[in-house]
């Protein structure tokens, strides 16, 4: 079983940074893609950014610029450095596993998540 545990949110002013973790139990962690997604309540799950294995991104056009994915497969995290944060950002952030080791933008594509961490953007 995979357990993904996020943390790292907070409330922060517009234009201010944030940086996100999730770390994975499990051996298998470096073999698969890992995702951030991004949901307001009554919204359907968006992606935000993309990581595989060998460490190749790919971002929502939303954050483009302003925010960072990185992975480190020896300590099991996926990090999602956040800069720039303006209102819109606000969401509860969750940390995806892939179900292979390509990066998808559909959560239906991710088999495991964590718990999700809040992040608010104050004006």
């Known amino acids: 079983q995979v357990q993904l545990v996020e943390s790292g949110g907070g409330l922060v002013q517009a234009g201010g940074s944030l940086r996100l973790s999730c770390v994975a139990s499990g051996r298998t962690f470096s073999s698969y893609a890992m995702a951030w997604f991004r949901q307001d309540p009554g919204k359907q799950r968006e992606y935000v950014a993309g990581i595989r294995s060998g460490g190749s991104t790919h971002y929502a056009d939303s954050v483009k610029g302003r925010f960072t994915i990185s992975r480190d497969n020896a300590r099991n995290t996926v990090y999602l450095q956040m800069n720039s944060l303006d209102p819109e950002d606000t969401a509860v952030y969750y940390c995806?596993?892939?179900?292979?080791?390509?990066?998808?933008?559909?959560?239906?594509?991710?088999?495991?998540w964590g718990q999700g961490t809040q992040v608010t953007v104050s004006s």
């Open positions: 995806g596993r892939s179900r292979t080791y390509y990066i998808r933008t559909d959560p239906r594509d991710y088999d495991y």
